[in-house]
């Protein structure tokens, strides 16, 4: 009897320092506004490269931009929820051109999530806790196969059940640049028969990461969504599909 109340009670005292654990973790962790604040005037500048399939899709090339995004105002999104809309603007990779409008976007932020909407696909990009090793179906709003309509592949096929998970919070550092106190968030990192060998009937490619800096906002994002596809009754090869990788260069 007493070796059975001695377990019990050790099995509480685990389960309350566990408890206690928790609620602590859940206390310290960063809101998701340090990690993507918003307020109307905010702007970051990326370079961005982005890769193309040209010469009847059997060329891969690569087009360098200058991408800005500039919070413009709260206003409510199509449910009816404060969001801030924020504007996007191109020009070319050495800055010499004038800002093109290269449309908007919405972001809303929740109490647990923060959501953006582009070209009318919602995704939860960030989710309470902001905690190492915390996952969530980030793509759960999407449509069955949302490149359906722009693309013949099937990597998109399962986009819906994509587990995003916060990988690290530790300094990034890509193209000579370094950022500080950065929040990874993976989502995809698959690929299949890479590099591609002559006789591969079909290769993929399915990488999706985002990186967000403290008191900044997104800083570095990749985002590859494409196939190879060497059909025997075509002469040549093609690919199907299209890859972003953009990168912070400057913001106020």
């Known amino acids: 009897m007493l070796q059975t109340l001695i377990a019990a009670f050790a099995l509480l005292l685990t389960i309350g320092f566990s408890a206690c654990s928790n609620k602590d973790e859940d206390f310290t962790a960063p809101a998701m506004s340090e990690y993507l ?14 890769t193309v399939f040209t010469n009847l899709n059997r060329d891969v090339e690569i087009r360098s931009y200058q991408v800005k995004h500039v ?8 449910l009816g929820r404060p969001s801030y809309r924020v504007y996007r603007y191109i020009r070319d990779k050495n800055g010499t051109q004038p800002w093109t409008p290269n449309g908007s976007f919405m972001v809303t932020s929740l109490s647990d999530q923060t959501e953006i909407t582009d070209d009318n696909q919602r995704v939860i990009k960030l989710h309470v806790p902001l905690r190492e090793g915390f996952s969530w ?16 592949f099937s990597v998109d096929d399962d986009m819906k059940n994509w587990d995003f998970y916060y990988d690290t919070f530790q300094d990034f550092s890509y193209d000579n640049r370094t950022y500080t106190d950065v929040l990874s968030v993976e989502q995809i990192n698959e690929s299949h028969n890479l590099p591609i060998q002559p006789n591969y009937s079909i290769a993929s490619k399915e990488r999706s990461v985002e990186r967000y800096s403290r008191d900044i906002g997104l800083v570095y994002k990749e985002y590859h969504l494409w196939e190879y596809q060497n059909n025997s009754s075509s002469a040549n090869p093609t690919y199907t599909g299209f890859g972003v990788t953009m990168w912070m260069i400057d913001h106020n």
């Open 71 to 78: 919070v413009d105002a709260q206003i409510n999104d199509n």
């Open 37 to 50: 604040p918003l307020e109307p005037g905010r702007y970051i500048v990326y370079r961005l490269d982005s």
């Open 137 to 152: 179906k980030g793509n759960r709003y999407l449509p069955t196969n949302p490149y359906g309509g722009y693309y013949s």
